[in-house]
């Protein structure tokens, strides 16, 4: 064959690859779109009587998140089809034949894997926290111009801190309008202080809070001697779904921010973040494991749509002599155990810390949980080629 013939065979290969990964990228987007993330977030935003309008501008900031989560399996999806088809057609033997070894068949997925590794990067990195940013001052914009949903059975609204801490949640049982029934408020935004608050009855709207009446009120605390009870006829809140009764709390965030130290990770790229981290380290404050493992995933996810195709081209290659393709379906289990493996070590380093005699500090540890998927499946694929390429 002439020396541009391999430039030939890559440009036939990219092309069927790239048809599929579009393909795959629309169909696995519509899945995880209306199966997981759209369900649960307007379940999530139609809690607050959020008007269609925004609720459905606020739906559409939440795709590209569903984008950059399904890159790595439309990545591999595109490579197994494109060389179980080649396969089949006796077309890898082809190339075989004319001196192209399964190296050099590689070029074309490894060009796609970078591709797709570098998009993931730009959409989680970029486009996600600004989507999660403008998402999040719609939400709290429409909650203090809003009321409670209509034509509601019940209503639970619950806050949370810059760690995914439980703050404040409120259970109203039963409403009519502003009209409140049985209702109960707790309040864990007051170190080692539970409040809790219990009325039969009451009010609400946005200039004066949360009118109650007939309230049981509890105070609990690590010591004793401080817990109380009580009960009141009358009783207002004002604070919970209120943002100008926040204040402190923007003070304390905005603050953290003018500092450099807010670990959001949801609202941060790369860079931010880890400049956030080593800063709080600086001042010798507390940064939680999970942030840390979603810092890390922010590279380790995007290269995962790399180091998945090098198992997917191997196992989707079979001699013509064994009749059977059970590769294709080891290429199916294959990244299945990717999955189980980024979950695994995320799991593993959010609960548990071995230094291995010392020899490793806790973020050095979270950095080894955090990469050691991408090590795994990378040693695999390589192995798979190897061996393959000594069996064509």
Same mark, same amino acid.
């Given at each position: 064959?002439?020396?541009?013939?391999?430039?030939?065979?890559?440009?036939?290969?990219?092309?069927?690859?790239?048809?599929?990964?579009?393909?795959?990228?629309?169909?696995?987007?519509?899945?995880?779109?209306?199966?997981?993330?759209?369900?649960?977030?307007?379940?999530?935003?139609? /809690?607050?009587? *959020?008007?269609?309008?925004?609720?459905?501008?606020?739906?559409?900031?939440?795709?590209?998140?569903?984008?950059?989560?399904?890159?790595?399996?439309?990545?591999?999806?595109?490579?197994?089809?494109?060389?179980?088809?080649?396969?089949?057609?006796?077309?890898?033997?082809?190339?075989?034949?004319?001196?192209?070894?399964?190296?050099?068949?590689?070029?074309?997925?490894?060009?796609?894997?970078?591709?797709?590794?570098?998009?993931?990067?730009?959409?989680?990195?970029?486009?996600?926290?600004?989507?999660?940013?403008?998402?999040?001052?719609?939400?709290?914009?429409? *909650?203090?111009?809003?009321?409670?949903?209509?034509?509601?059975?019940?209503?639970?609204?619950?806050?949370?801190?810059?760690?995914?801490?439980?703050?404040?949640?409120?259970? *109203?049982?039963?409403?009519?309008?502003?009209?409140?029934?049985?209702?109960?408020?707790?309040?864990?935004?007051?170190?080692?202080?539970?409040?809790?608050?219990?009325?039969?009855?009451?009010?609400?709207?946005?200039?004066?809070?949360?009118?109650?009446?007939?309230?049981?009120?509890?105070?609990?605390?690590?010591?004793?001697?401080?817990?109380?009870?009580?009960?009141?006829?009358?009783?207002?809140?004002?604070?919970?779904?209120?943002?100008?009764? /926040?204040?402190? /709390?923007?003070?304390?965030?905005?603050?953290?921010?003018?500092?450099?130290?807010?670990?959001?990770?949801?609202?941060?790229?790369?860079?931010?973040?880890?400049?956030?981290?080593?800063?709080?380290?600086?001042?010798? /404050?507390?940064?939680?494991?999970?942030?840390?493992?979603?810092?890390?995933?922010?590279?380790?996810?995007?290269?995962?749509?790399?180091?998945?195709?090098?198992?997917?081209?191997?196992?989707?290659?079979?001699?013509?002599?064994?009749?059977?393709?059970?590769?294709?379906?080891?290429?199916?289990?294959?990244?299945?155990?990717?999955?189980?493996?980024?979950?695994?070590?995320?799991?593993?380093?959010?609960?548990?810390?071995?230094?291995?005699?010392?020899?490793?500090?806790?973020?050095?540890?979270?950095?080894?949980?955090?990469?050691?998927?991408?090590? *795994?499946?990378?040693?695999?694929?390589?192995?798979?080629?190897?061996?393959?390429?000594?069996?064509?």
């Amino acid at each position: 064959m002439t020396a541009l013939a391999p430039k030939l065979v890559d440009r036939y290969i990219l092309k069927q690859l790239i048809d599929y990964f579009l393909l795959g990228v629309v169909v696995f987007t519509l899945i995880a779109f209306f199966s997981d993330t759209l369900l649960k977030f307007i379940r999530e935003v139609q /809690k607050y009587g *959020i008007p269609f309008g925004t609720l459905l501008t606020m739906v559409g900031l939440q795709l590209p998140k569903s984008v950059a989560l399904v890159l790595p399996a439309s990545a591999f999806l595109a490579v197994l089809m494109v060389f179980n088809q080649l396969n089949n057609q006796f077309e890898v033997i082809a190339f075989r034949m004319n001196g192209i070894s399964l190296w050099r068949l590689m070029v074309p997925p490894i060009l796609l894997g970078l591709f797709c590794s570098g998009l993931a990067y730009s959409i989680n990195d970029f486009i996600v926290p600004w989507c999660n940013v403008k998402t999040m001052q719609m939400k709290e914009q429409a *909650i203090r111009n809003g009321s409670l949903p209509a034509n509601g059975t019940s209503f639970m609204h619950k806050t949370f801190d810059e760690d995914h801490n439980l703050q404040q949640m409120i259970y *109203i049982s039963h409403y009519q309008g502003r009209n409140l029934g049985d209702s109960t408020i707790i309040d864990l935004s007051k170190p080692n202080v539970m409040q809790i608050f219990q009325s039969r009855s009451g009010t609400w709207d946005n200039a004066s809070g949360w009118n109650l009446k007939n309230v049981n009120a509890y105070v609990v605390t690590k010591d004793k001697d401080q817990s109380s009870a009580g009960h009141l006829e009358a009783f207002t809140l004002r604070g919970l779904m209120k943002d100008e009764d /926040k204040v402190s /709390k923007r003070e304390e965030a905005e603050r953290r921010r003018a500092q450099g130290i807010d670990t959001n990770s949801d609202q941060q790229n790369f860079a931010d973040l880890w400049s956030a981290i080593q800063k709080r380290e600086a001042l010798g /404050k507390d940064v939680k494991n999970n942030t840390y493992l979603r810092l890390w995933a922010k590279l380790t996810w995007p290269l995962s749509c790399l180091v998945i195709i090098l198992s997917a081209v191997p196992l989707s290659l079979t001699p013509p002599r064994q009749g059977s393709n059970r590769g294709f379906v080891y290429a199916i289990i294959i990244l299945f155990l990717f999955y189980m493996l980024f979950n695994s070590f995320q799991s593993l380093g959010r609960f548990y810390y071995f230094d291995f005699d010392g020899m490793l500090s806790q973020p050095a540890y979270l950095a080894l949980v955090s990469w050691m998927p991408i090590l *795994i499946m990378a040693v695999i694929g390589i192995i798979l080629i190897q061996r393959k390429s000594l069996t064509l």
